[in-house]
Nanobody, 116 residues
Framework: VQLQASGGGLVQAGGSLRLSCAASGIIFSITQMGWYRQAPGKQRELVAIITDGSATTYVDSVKGRFTISRDNAKNTVYLQMNSLKLEDTAVYYC???????????WGKGTLVTVSS
């Protein structure tokens, strides 16, 4: 299983970025996908999840600003991040949670830095 995240970078507060995560080695269409983040000195936290049926869940701090979506034809999950804040600065990780697997899988992470 491979998860390749991309799209991170440096952006000013109030700006936008779109993260992408391309998955291989899993049946993507039936896999719950998620984005997590880890800020310096903090624990990794859930940002957003999208189920195989495209139901979504967000952490309160990003509701109304971030949108998770998926393209099953491209085996890719996206995180559109708008109105970015300084506190969104973190390494963002893609996660895949396939059914009938004994574990979930993580990508290597992509750094998002929000500047003032």
């Amino acid at each position: 299983v491979q998860l390749q995240a991309s799209g991170g970078g440096l952006v000013q507060a109030g700006g936008s970025l779109r993260l992408s995560c391309a998955a291989s080695g899993i049946i993507f269409s039936i896999t719950q996908m998620g984005w997590y983040r880890q800020a310096p000195g903090k624990q990794r936290e859930l940002v957003a999840i999208i189920t195989d049926g495209s139901a979504t869940t967000y952490v309160d701090s990003v509701k109304g600003r971030f949108t998770i979506s998926r393209d099953n034809a491209k085996n890719t999950v996206y995180l559109q991040m708008n109105s970015l804040k300084l506190e969104d600065t973190a390494v963002y990780y893609c996660n895949a949670n396939p059914p009938r697997h004994s574990m979930s899988y993580w990508g290597k992470g992509t750094l998002v830095t929000v500047s003032s």
